[in-house]
């Protein structure tokens, strides 16, 4: 059973472009949203994370979009550049236990020059 | 990669042998986790520890177990691997208060 549903699977954007990745979830429970970044070859590395009780939180050209009412996050990445081709996943962290994360399945971005 | 190595980083076995993946810290944190990762399956919790010798299992627990005898090892073993155990292991750590996990390179294993 998939807590965080992630969309879409891969994602081509021109250079220059807004790139935008999806999650939604059911449990109410969770209390903490972040991004992970990861190239091939390497572990993930946080992106940028959110809690439920602001509605966006932008640093750079990462924004992350927060509607807790539809249980749906979202990433926009402003500005595309190749450099950002990477595998991208959202997770989930619940309020109870040692700080499980529960992940998207991921979405392999390429940005074409 | 945040003073954590996994060990080995690329391994072929046979099914029905036993396998030992290391992870090492140089952070002293308090908590450290074990995923897999797999094609359309994101990465999933197998293990975790908050402490020496306190383990819990995951959400893909069965077919793994785990030790943890000191502070910057966490020991992830494959009793008998079988080939739905081919995956990449991705150890993770953190300090526990706060949010964030910082992950090892992985380690690639195959189960022929």
């Known amino acids: 059973q998939q807590q965080v549903k992630q969309s879409p699977q891969s994602l081509i954007v021109q250079k220059g472009g807004i790139s935008i990745i999806n999650c939604a979830y059911e449990?109410?429970?969770?209390?903490?949203f972040p991004w992970y970044q990861q190239f091939p070859g390497k572990g993930p590395a946080l992106l940028i994370a959110?809690?439920?009780?602001?509605s966006e939180k932008k640093e750079g050209r990462f924004t992350i979009s927060f509607n807790k009412s539809a249980k749906q996050f979202s990433l926009h990445i402003m500005d595309s550049q190749p450099g950002d081709s990477a595998t991208y996943f959202c997770?989930?962290?619940?309020?109870?236990?040692?700080?499980?994360?529960?992940f998207g399945q991921g979405t392999r971005l390429t940005i074409n020059p | 990669d945040a003073g954590i190595t996994q060990s080995p980083r690329h391994k072929v076995t046979e099914t029905g042998t036993p396998v030992t993946l290391r992870c090492h810290q140089t952070?002293?944190?308090?908590?450290m986790y074990w995923y897999r990762q797999d094609p359309g399956h994101g990465l999933r919790l197998i293990h975790y520890s908050y402490g020496v010798k306190d383990t819990d299992k995951g959400e893909v627990s069965d077919g793994y177990s785990v030790s943890r005898s000191k502070t910057e090892d966490f020991l992830l073993t494959l009793e008998s691997a079988t080939s739905s155990q081919t995956s990449v292991y991705f150890c993770?750590?953190?300090?526990?208060?706060?949010?964030?996990?910082?992950f090892g390179p992985g380690t690639r294993l195959t189960v022929t």
């Open positions: 997770a989930a962290r619940t309020i109870q236990g040692a700080q499980k994360l529960v």
């Open positions: 952070e002293n944190h308090r908590y």
């Open positions: 993770a750590i953190s300090p526990g208060q706060s949010y964030e996990q910082y």
């Open positions: 449990n109410t429970a969770f209390d903490y």
């Open positions: 959110i809690r439920p009780d602001v």
